[in-house]
């Protein structure tokens, strides 16, 4: 018997590894040849890379009873999405772009509902202010978290794709640039609005490589890479191009992949057609994640949650205030709504 560690703390919802079986299909678009690829160094050209995560939270859950009579779910929440603007050559300060938190009344499209503004006694504390968000019909309990989480991903997305560079899916296309680059954290979700935005997967929860090749995922050194692959699932709804970097040498006590992440581009359908900028990002992936990789004495994800994803993470949690005070907060306008003293 042979023990390793996954090198994630325990309280963390998932580990680093899970090894769910994938059920897709698996296309050579780069290489037949499955073996590592040395990193590349960072083009001059590439002068912006922007880190971009997105954080929501339901803040009360709701029974809402409209003036006509009718009842149904809803909820308080809030989210979040913001860039950290780095310059991958080290020539400027990193800064934060764009985290402001927004509130919204989640309810159940039927209602009759308004916006709210939830004043504090104290003008000095200022004032919480829903929008509204209808959730999908059906009126499951949970409709209000998923609308908000919904408006997370839809704003984290058009903020990633709207500070990269394009990426035409069209081989005529020779006026390709890579100067601006989006890392978004975690994998990529809804549609592809064309920019350059690469999905880093810090979990490998799904092996996608059969048995004969995720061998190599254990052989890579720091900044190679495999080989980029064209990824579609059986129901035909996700193409990706995917492929693996190593960030650190695994530890004697820990499995063999402890290091590696999985990236990925959108892809179009033909998986024939490989477009220059994703070839690019690939090869400059390397050695850019290994400068942006933190280390384990300072976070216990390390080094997939990268330096910047976790000042991100730490700037949107203050941008959303604290959950205690919201709460009173929200307990106090009842208690006025209510005449209760």
Not at 43 to 51: A, C, G, K, M, S
Not at 125 to 145: D, I, W
Not at 160 to 184: K, M, N, W
Not at 293 to 316: F, G, V, W, Y
Request: proline share 8%.
């Amino acid at each position: 018997m042979q023990i390793r560690l996954d090198p994630w703390p325990v309280d963390t919802f998932d580990g680093q590894l899970t090894l769910t079986p994938f059920q897709g299909e698996l296309i050579d678009v780069e290489t037949p040849r499955w073996a590592a690829i040395a990193p590349r160094p960072i083009p001059q050209r590439l002068t912006r890379v922007y880190v971009v995560d997105g954080k929501q939270r339901m803040e009360a859950r709701l029974h809402v009873t409209d003036d006509a009579g009718r009842e149904g779910h809803a909820g308080f929440g809030a989210y979040v999405a913001g860039a950290v603007d780095l310059c991958p050559h080290g020539s400027r300060q990193a800064e934060l772009l764009s985290v402001r938190a927004r509130r919204v009344l989640a309810h159940a499209p039927d209602l009759g509902v308004s916006p709210l503004r939830l004043s504090p006694r104290h003008p000095q504390t200022g004032e919480l202010s829903y929008a509204l968000l209808a959730t999908q019909p059906g009126g499951h309990p949970n409709a209000p978290l998923q609308a908000v989480q919904g408006a997370m991903l839809a704003h984290e997305q058009e903020l990633s794709h709207g500070l990269a560079s394009a990426v035409p899916f069209d081989d005529t296309d020779d006026r390709e640039h890579l100067t601006a680059l989006t890392i978004q954290d975690g994998t990529l979700r809804s549609q592809n609005l064309g920019g350059a935005v690469v999905g880093c997967v810090k979990t490998i929860q799904t092996l996608y490589l059969p048995t004969d090749r995720a061998q190599l995922l254990s052989e890579l050194r720091p900044g190679e890479r495999t080989p980029i692959l064209h990824m579609r699932y059986d129901n035909n709804r996700v193409v990706r191009f995917i492929w693996y970097v190593r960030l650190c040498q695994a530890a004697f006590y820990q499995h063999p992949m402890s290091g590696v992440m999985r990236l990925e581009m959108y892809a179009p359908e033909d998986s024939d057609f490989l477009p220059p900028i994703v070839r690019q990002v690939a090869n400059l992936s390397g050695e850019l994640l290994c400068k942006l990789a933190s280390q384990a004495h300072k976070d216990p994800r390390a080094p997939q949650n990268l330096i910047p994803t976790a000042a991100l993470e730490q700037a949107m949690g203050r941008a959303m205030g604290s959950l205690d005070l919201v709460t009173r907060r929200i307990r106090s306008h009842l208690a006025r709504e209510l005449g209760v003293v």
